[in-house]
């Protein structure tokens, strides 16, 4: 058995309706066993130290803001090699664009790297990641539970739509507003915390 690092990303986290789905999806993947699950804010150097071989992009430290500006749904999965490597294939390709219908990220991730879901790719890069974030997390067991909460809308056909005009500089105004707009409808967050997820949404289409 292989262990790998699962994470809610801030669009899976918070979309209720969206968390509840992708939890329904790993609890029916065979062969998977979720170990730990917690909700945990991840400093901004440990984003770094995880991505580090993203530095330098563009689009780096938008990622370590996404990825550490709220609590996230965050823990360890158990699972053989090959079923790990089949969990990966639901889980659809990195980009949305490329991702196929049919995947985890098709049905559900919005554009580029608001993709949902992160799960270790490997093996080796599962030791590597579960080593990296061990020390900062607490929990022994499932701690986190993805199903409180998840109902209400799921908007993901529309906010890809605004999110593509966005990217292209088309209608920018209109489109902010109703992203933020359907985004407020799909999560339960409010004040400082829904800022900071409109935020580090938005920043994605810059």
């Known amino acids: 058995m292989t262990q790998a690092l699962l994470i809610f990303k801030p669009d899976a986290s918070y979309r209720r309706a969206v968390r509840g789905r992708i939890w329904d999806w790993l609890q029916h993947q065979e062969g998977v066993e979720v170990t730990t699950l917690e909700w945990f804010q991840a400093p901004p150097s440990l984003v770094e130290s995880h991505y580090d071989f993203l530095r330098g992009r563009p689009f780096f430290p938008w990622l370590v803001d996404f990825m550490s500006a709220l609590p996230l749904v965050v823990g360890r999965i158990s699972a053989n090699p090959a079923t790990l490597e089949q969990l990966r294939f639901g889980l659809g390709e990195t980009r949305i664009h490329e991702s196929r219908p049919d995947s985890l990220r098709g049905k559900f991730g919005i554009f580029g790297g608001i993709n949902v879901l992160h799960v270790s790719d490997s093996p080796e890069s599962g030791?590597?990641?579960?080593?990296?974030?061990?020390?900062?997390?607490?929990?022994?067991?499932?701690?986190?539970?993805?199903?409180?909460?998840?109902?209400?809308?799921?908007?993901?056909?529309?906010?890809?739509?605004?999110?593509?005009?966005?990217?292209?500089?088309?209608?920018?105004?209109?489109?902010?507003?109703?992203?933020?707009?359907?985004?407020?409808?799909?999560?339960?967050?409010?004040?400082?915390?829904?800022?900071?997820?409109?935020?580090?949404?938005?920043?994605?289409?810059?």
Do not use: C
């Not at 020390?135 to 999110?163: C, F, M, Q, V, W």
């Not at 005009?165 to 799909?186: C, D, F, M, N, P």
């Open 127 to 206: 030791e590597k990641e579960v080593a990296l974030w061990a020390p900062h997390l607490k929990a022994t067991g499932i701690e986190a539970n993805p199903s409180d909460g998840a109902t209400g809308p799921d908007h993901t056909y529309e906010l890809r739509s605004l999110a593509n005009l966005l990217s292209a500089g088309q209608h920018v105004a209109v489109a902010t507003l109703e992203i933020k707009r359907l985004l407020q409808e799909e999560t339960a967050l409010t004040g400082d915390q829904l800022t900071a997820f409109d935020r580090i949404m938005l920043g994605a289409f810059a």
